[in-house]
């Protein structure tokens, strides 16, 4: 019987916790930012990948991401459905015999963070898709998007041996999410209406339970209670901290009022930013993470507009620039002095490293761009992915759902 580490094991299913409430918590940010006829449906799109993302994973996709490799691309089915797994498997990531936790742990975490990505990408194409034809989406973009990447980064695929990191999902969540939403924004083409948001106390609850996740979604990635969970944690409320700050006076200079989906927007792109860096750099690190966040992240936004890009709530600007961004960032200020597993970036004299970095998350976003594109294509020749405009003016809670969000 192996001798588990208990301290450990507590604080990851703290963390897997902490990841599974980013979800409803998603529903809630996005539901407070969209009209009142379609806050139901798109809260619908996140807490429907709750039931779908678990038995995708428990099947195929936790085997497909880390069980065996093919070519470097893709993992076997040697686990799905948990097979040849028993209480006592140890996780495939542990430092060491002092951090070893079971692999059911590694298996729930790492499900609660596939379970929120494929979501955010729902925040770009709101108003426009019909629920079946997203279960569908849901179920390709995981199968030819997300595992493919996640084993090449996280699952011994060939960026890992290569030496890339991603510490808690830069390329892997975020960058590739972003990159899809943009995708999905140009096949669906434009609303006919952009409502205005419907209620700002639910989208700040919602990025309150994102901002307190979140903390699990970085720290968890130490997968021990260690120096780097601690730094990971830190650098995460300084980023996401300075970023808000930042993005608030971006407004208040740029448009003259310092507003409220502002600094939330900003904390959230903060939070993305220090992501795949957060337990490999230092917390001063992590003040120009956030700093780039505000800065970065509000430019690309304010370049979607100029672009007309109807991405309805900035899932390209905030996650895929700032995914983008927070893995350059890792190429630049990652240090051994904070993480041994971790390479030293440029400003270390890491510049191949660096340039790793860069090339790894270029041809994620590309990748991801590509394979959206076409999911959806095949996809609506198989139904439309589109609703009508008549279903799309009287709105997706009523239509789609039979429900509407304030009673009759």
């Known amino acids: 019987m192996v001798d588990f580490n208990a301290t450990d094991i507590l604080f990851m299913l703290i963390a897997t916790a902490l990841v599974m409430f980013m979800t409803p918590g998603l529903a809630f940010f996005y539901a407070g930012l969209v009209g009142q006829k379609n806050s139901i449906s798109i809260m619908m799109q996140s807490f429907a990948a709750l039931g779908v993302t678990t038995l995708l994973w428990v099947s195929v996709g936790y ?12 993992g076997n089915l040697h686990q799905a459905f948990l097979l040849n797994i028993s209480a006592g498997t140890v996780s495939p990531v542990v430092s060491g015999p002092a951090d070893q936790i079971p692999l059911y742990v590694f298996f729930a975490y790492e499900m609660m963070v596939v379970i929120i990505t494929p979501p955010l990408i729902t925040g770009a194409f709101t108003n426009r898709v019909k ?23 996280w699952g011994g695929g060939l960026l890992e041996r290569w030496g890339v990191l991603d510490f808690g999902g830069g390329i892997v969540v975020h960058a590739i999410a972003g990159m899809s939403a943009l995708a999905c924004v140009l096949y669906l083409g434009s609303r006919y209406v952009r409502d205005k948001p419907q209620n700002l106390y639910m989208a700040g609850i919602g990025m309150a339970i994102l901002w307190f996740g979140w903390f699990g979604f970085t720290a968890g990635n130490a997968y021990a209670v260690n120096s780097v969970a601690v730094v990971a944690f830190v650098n995460t409320a300084i980023a996401g901290g300075i970023a808000s700050f930042v993005w608030m006076l971006m407004d208040w200079t740029l448009e003259g009022k310092p507003k409220f989906i502002g600094f939330l927007t900003g904390g959230l792109a903060g939070l993305v930013v220090i992501t795949p860096a957060a337990g490999y750099v230092s917390p001063a ?18 370049f979607k507009n100029r672009r007309h890009w109807d991405d309805a709530l900035d899932v390209w600007g905030v996650h895929g620039v700032g995914g983008i961004t927070g893995i350059v960032l890792l190429g630049v200020f990652g240090s051994v002095a904070i993480n041994s597993a971790g390479h030293n970036g440029l400003i270390f004299g890491g510049s191949v490293f660096f340039g790793k970095e860069v090339a790894a998350v270029a041809f994620a976003a590309a990748f991801a761009f590509v394979v959206t594109y076409l999911i959806l294509f095949v996809i609506d020749r198989l139904m439309d992915v589109r609703v009508s405009k008549e279903v799309e003016l009287s709105g997706l809670d009523r239509e789609l759902h039979g429900e509407v969000v304030y009673g009759e």
């Open 63 to 74: 085997s497909l991401c880390f069980s065996g490799d093919f070519h470097g691309v893709i």
């Open 131 to 153: 629920f079946g034809a997203y279960l569908v989406f849901l179920v390709g973009w995981q199968l030819f998007v997300y595992y493919p990447l996640a084993h090449m980064v």
């Open 285 to 302: 690190a992590a003040m120009v993470c956030g700093l780039a966040a505000g800065i970065v992240c509000y430019l690309a936004i304010a």
